[in-house]
């Protein structure tokens, strides 16, 4: 399957399209004005205050916004503001249904 000249510049047409679509500045309606999307870098060392560790490409950030290396990853070993049993209660009273038994009638 080979690709004609006509078939390359209608694809060649639909990927500049694009492109010229995710660089276009974003209009906020309220203000009226245009701003451009911020790019936040990615922090090069362990946001552990004693460790200055290089991070990889796999380290994740927590839940509580920073990034931390493989040996500080966990919450209980970087001190995390996170509350995750205020987040797990939330979303256990979004999955829990509620659930009332019919009053029996007294003889």
């Given at each position: 399957?080979?690709?004609?000249?006509?078939?390359?510049?209608?694809?060649?047409?639909?990927?500049?399209?694009?492109?010229?679509?995710?660089n276009?500045?974003?209009?906020?309606?309220?203000?009226g004005?245009?701003?451009?999307?911020?790019?936040?870098?990615?922090?090069?060392?362990?946001?552990?205050?004693?460790?200055?560790?290089?991070?990889?490409?796999?380290?994740?950030?927590?839940?509580?916004?920073?990034?931390?290396?493989?040996?500080?990853?966990?919450?209980?070993?970087?001190t995390?503001?996170?509350?995750?049993?205020?987040?797990?209660?939330?979303?256990?009273?979004?999955?829990?249904?509620?659930?009332?038994?019919?009053?029996?009638?007294?003889?």
């Amino acid at each position: 399957m080979s690709i004609t000249d006509d078939n390359f510049a209608l694809l060649l047409k639909m990927l500049m399209a694009k492109e010229a679509e995710l660089n276009q500045p974003i209009v906020t309606a309220a203000v009226g004005k245009t701003e451009k999307p911020v790019v936040v870098e990615r922090p090069k060392r362990c946001q552990h205050t004693e460790c200055t560790k290089k991070l990889a490409l796999s380290d994740m950030p927590c839940k509580c916004d920073k990034i931390f290396c493989q040996a500080h990853r966990y919450a209980e070993l970087h001190t995390c503001t996170f509350d995750f049993k205020d987040e797990s209660r939330k979303r256990l009273e979004k999955q829990l249904v509620k659930t009332v038994a019919a009053k029996l009638e007294t003889i």
